[in-house]
């Protein structure tokens, strides 16, 4: 089979240019085998990304160096931690060009900011026969947070439905605006078809029909440009995993006086001003909402990482990725006999590319895969109603990132003729 364990480690980046060769070696685990010695095929990005060792030794750092509790101590390495804690925000915040550093909320992943949203924004403004709408592709993180809102204030959900070939119907988001929702929510990089939504014109939309607009930015702030002053949202979340840090990591952005007004999400440590035995004051944001200490050590390597990618350059991080996922979708197709591809065309998509092999459960195909070191996601993604909206029970799915060449794609397509040889396809 030839795959990437047939080429040597010095002829395998040779495809790529030298800077996406040095690009690679700041990713130590590119450098190890799997248990059969065949060196790692990451294709499984969307789920989490590889980290480069800037990001290893800015959380290492604070391990060996200065650990410490962050806003407490008078001391020299507690505030060294609380300075590089708060810096790590300024970078996140110059990431999405946020206006102030102070309406970034630091969290543990996506879904906390979702669920932050939900608990405190929504419980405060979202009532009887209110409607929030969503869409067709969320990923469960995005969906289940509103049903638990709904089901408590009695409100309802709507949906945006998809084309076939995986884009919103946004002539049908048009006529559910008529029913003044108080709030629209939708991914921004769909994590199953790869869609990128129109961000900026559903916004426009969305806050002419009076509704605020949250946006699930988990797999869009590590691949592209983002600036949520330009996008005009109220609300934009991420996961710091998915952008080369550490877990543990993530990020909520949100206009200052959405912020002010929102009551908080947890109580304790840290996110009061004064405490009395029968009530308290609130800290100023985004303190107000980083209840208890936090995962000091990832969200200094997520400011790491924001760093990384910016000098890298978003819109090269984006020029790469398109041309991995365009050359991805045009070998597979030409090369993987039957194989059936999920999503719009690779000018409309983020780095993503799931497939069906007919006949062939995706739970085998993956497993088949790994014994060559490729690795790819195989199940429901956590998006089982877009599933159902395909007649799918699951996919395959490859996924890219700054680290990835061509030659891992072609890995995956001699792979995948493999798998379908095993089964007689
Ligand atoms: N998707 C995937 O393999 P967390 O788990 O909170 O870091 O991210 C949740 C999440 C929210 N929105 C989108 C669009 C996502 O893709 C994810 C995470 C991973 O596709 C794990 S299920």
Redo the contacts with the bound molecule.
């Keep these: 089979m030839s795959d990437l364990s047939t080429t040597s480690t010095q002829s395998r980046p040779a495809a790529a240019g030298p800077d996406l060769r040095s690009r690679r070696a700041d990713f130590p685990i590119l450098a190890t085998t799997n248990r059969h010695g065949k060196p790692l095929v990451y294709l ?1 990005s ?3 990304s590889l980290k480069p060792q800037a990001v290893i030794d800015a959380a290492d750092a604070y391990n060996r160096e200065y650990s410490s509790n962050i806003h407490r101590g008078i001391y020299e390495i507690a505030e060294r931690a609380t300075t590089a804690y708060e810096g790590a925000r300024a970078s996140v915040a110059k990431l999405i060009n946020a206006p102030e550093p102070a309406e970034i909320v630091f969290v ?7 669920n932050l949203v939900a608990y405190s924004w929504g419980r405060r403004n979202i009532g009887r026969g209110d409607s929030i709408v969503l869409t067709e592709m ?5 969906l289940v947070p509103w049903q638990l809102l709904v089901q408590e204030k009695d409100g309802d959900l709507e949906f945006v439905p998809i084309t076939d070939d995986g884009l919103l119907r946004l002539e049908v988001f048009e006529v559910l605006l008529h029913l003044k929702p108080k709030l629209v929510a939708f ?6 078809l790869g869609t990128v939504n129109p961000v900026r014109e559903m916004t426009e939309m969305a806050h002419a029909a009076g509704a605020l607009v949250l946006i ?5 702030v590590p691949h592209m440009p983002v600036d949520v002053q330009e996008l005009g949202v109220d609300f934009y ?6 952008m080369l840090a550490p ?1 543990g990591s ?1 990020a909520l952005w949100a206009r200052r006086e959405l912020l002010e007004a929102m009551p908080p999400f947890m109580a304790g440590g840290d996110m009061i001003r004064e405490v009395h035995l029968r009530r308290s004051d609130w800290n100023e944001i985004p303190w107000k909402f980083e209840a208890g200490t936090p995962d000091i050590s990832a969200q200094i390597g997520m400011g790491a990482a924001a760093e990384y990618l910016m000098a890298i350059g978003l819109d090269a991080v984006r020029d790469h990725e398109h041309e991995m996922v365009a050359y991805a979708l045009e070998v597979l197709r030409r090369d993987v006999p039957g194989i059936e591809l999920y999503g719009p065309a690779a000018d409309r998509r983020g780095g ?1 590319v799931s497939f069906n092999l007919p006949g062939i459960h995706p739970h085998d195909v993956a497993q088949i895969l790994d014994r060559s070191g490729i690795c790819v ?1 195989a199940g429901h ?3 089982m109603p877009l599933h159902e909206r395909f007649d799918l029970a699951a996919s395959a ?1 490859a ?1 890219f990132n700054v680290y990835t060449i061509r030659e891992e794609i072609d890995a995956l397509a001699t792979g995948l003729r493999e798998v379908a040889r095993i089964f007689d396809r």
């Design positions: 499984d969307a789920a989490t543990r992943n996506a879904t906390e900011a979702i969320e990923h469960h993180a995005n991914t921004h990089v769909s994590n199953m699930d930015g988990a797999q869009a979340v991420f996961s710091g995993h998915k877990t993530g993503v996601r993604h956590c998006t799915r996924s």
